[in-house]
């Protein structure tokens, strides 16, 4: 794997944790009434799931060889 699919793979790997630990924090009861509470908009703890899920595709196509 050359660097700059190295990069792009350890780049994603670290938005991997990211979203998880946003979809966990979401998923919280209280958050969610808060949130709810104080904007029009409410984040979902789905839309990161699904973020984890494409990220680890891609990282997967990264490291696969040519």
Same mark, same amino acid.
């Given at each position: 794997?050359?660097?700059?699919?190295?990069?792009?793979?350890?780049?994603?790997?670290?938005?991997?944790?990211?979203?998880?630990? =946003? @979809?966990?924090?979401?998923? &919280?009861?209280? !958050? +969610? $009434?808060?949130?709810?509470?104080?904007?029009?908009?409410? =984040? @979902?703890?789905?839309?990161? &799931?699904?973020? !984890? +899920? $494409?990220?680890?595709?891609?990282?997967?196509?990264?490291?696969?060889?040519?």
């Amino acid at each position: 794997m050359d660097v700059s699919k190295q990069r792009a793979a350890k780049f994603l790997e670290k938005e991997i944790k990211t979203y998880a630990a =946003l @979809s966990l924090f979401l998923s &919280k009861k209280d !958050v +969610k $009434e808060h949130i709810r509470a104080g904007q029009k908009k409410m =984040l @979902s703890p789905s839309f990161y &799931k699904e973020r !984890v +899920k $494409e990220a680890k595709k891609i990282v997967h196509e990264l490291r696969k060889p040519n």
